[in-house]
């Protein structure tokens, strides 16, 4: 599947924060965005997952012109196609860590998912964890069952917002490691990032340069 930005526009009221941005990715490709705080990586990636409206330009699913959906059919692709790793981690405290692996498959009614949550979490080396509640994770556990969380319904588009930023040079490495093998099963990782090193692993690496406007490095 191929994901496209055309001649993306953001402006809230004067200040323009993206300026005729258009890039584009597929299954197997990687992508990582980079710039100063404040220049609008995450406003371009929450354009790419539907989750914010631009002012002007386009947004296509294979082909297919999705800008304009409604919001039922927005989210319909944001549950079956994308996946989200939020910065921060947004669990469900009342709920173990295996639930809250299962949530989207839960709002998608979707019961067979539990082999598959199990093994990612085996897989994240949180197999003894699985029980546990939010409370009892370190932080970088947190953030692998929110990993394991956003892959569960095997999403052609993993968005990661800065997913490294906070933890320690381990925990970073290990989260960096797990996100830049998703391409390699067929699915198109998104990523935001400060870290040179880890935007560098990406295929492709785009920066911002000057105010809203974007470049491809590599
Ligand atoms: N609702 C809004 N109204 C006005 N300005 C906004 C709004 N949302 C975001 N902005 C502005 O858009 C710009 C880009 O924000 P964005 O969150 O995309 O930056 P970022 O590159 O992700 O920064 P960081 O690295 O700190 O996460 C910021 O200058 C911000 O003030
Ligand atoms: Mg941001």
Known sequence: MKLEV??????YGEAVILD???????????????????????????IMGLLLQPTSGEVMLDGRDITNLNDSEKSLIRRETFGFVF??????GSSTVLENVLIPAVLSRDKGREK??????EQFGLADRMNYYPHQLSFGQTRRVSVARALIMEPKFIFADE???????????????????????DGALILTTHDRAFATRAESRYSFVGKGKLTLDK
């Open 6 to 11: 055309r001649n993306i526009r953001k402006a």
């Open 20 to 46: 005729d941005i258009s890039l584009s990715v597929e299954g197997g490709q990687s992508i990582s965005i980079s710039g100063p705080s404040g220049c609008g990586k995450s406003t371009l990636m929450s």
């Open 87 to 92: 910065q921060s981690a947004r669990l469900v």
């Open 116 to 121: 598959r949550a199990r093994e990612l979490l």
């Open 163 to 185: 997913p490294t930023n906070d933890l320690d040079a381990e925990n970073a490495a290990e989260i960096s490691d797990i996100l830049l093998s998703i391409p390699k099963r």
